[in-house]
């Protein structure tokens, strides 16, 4: 256990579904972060929340929408998604933005879009 | 802008022989550098941390790296390979400002009996 939990670790969702993911964190941090990472490439940055606001949208298409309703929890929530969007979302916070001291991660929810 | 570099992007050890997975950063200052380790389907952990004090930094499961500014890397190394090392390594570099750390690419590690 990391002080990061993600819900569900597995998900298997039908391309008209509409779904959520599930962060949570009681360490304290004030930045929280998603993460997408699929089979054979680089970690990419999907959203940068500081206190609760919004503070980086990678270019990130609109089906999926993160929420972050209080500095402990963070949402990602999933509409009409593409079987390009299966991968290993990972939620990840720090002390602050910069993320000097490094992230915690969360063990992942690993999607699955047929 | 800060970056980093994971010179192998898969290396194969056996078990009980060292361990080195090499990594250069760029940065135009003294940055905060990480190794992160993530096993298979899991989330990544933090193995160690360089914030500007000791440039040997020591970290979990036997693991450390060396920061070394005159050749920007920052290498981590292991005497004697576990098969539970087997694992994906990520390099990470912290950015000026109140930017996201950067990651690099990933090292896998294979040990073989």
């Known amino acids: 256990e990391t002080g990061v939990t993600q819900t569900p670790r597995h998900l298997v969702m039908g391309m008209t579904n509409k779904k959520s993911l599930k962060c949570e964190q009681h360490?304290?941090?004030?930045?929280m972060y998603w993460y997408k990472q699929s089979a054979k490439k680089p970690l990419e940055l999907m959203f940068v929340y500081s206190l609760e606001e919004r503070v980086e949208n990678n270019s990130v298409p609109s089906r999926f929408s993160p929420e972050c309703p209080n500095s402990s929890h963070l949402f990602l929530h999933l509409h009409t998604l593409q079987p390009e969007d299966s991968a290993l979302y990972l939620c990840a916070s720090s002390q602050t933005a910069r993320g000097a001291w490094g992230y915690t991660f969360g063990s992942g929810t690993r999607l699955t879009v047929v | 802008a800060q970056s980093v570099t994971q010179l192998d992007s898969h290396v194969s050890v056996s078990e009980g022989t060292p361990v080195l997975l090499r990594c250069n950063y760029s940065s135009s200052y003294s940055p905060s550098l990480f190794w992160y380790v993530q096993h298979p389907n899991k989330g990544l952990q933090l193995l160690l941390k360089y914030t500007s004090a000791a440039t040997l930094v020591k970290g979990i499961n036997g693991f450390e790296a060396e920061f070394k500014k005159s050749e920007t890397s920052f290498h981590l190394t292991k005497p004697s390979a576990h098969m539970s090392d087997a694992a994906e390594y990520f390099c990470?570099?912290?950015?000026?400002?109140?930017?996201?750390?950067?990651f690099g690419k990933g090292t896998r590690l294979s040990v073989i009996a």
């Open positions: 990470v570099v912290s950015p000026s400002g109140n930017t996201p750390l950067v």
């Open positions: 360490l304290g941090h004030n930045a």
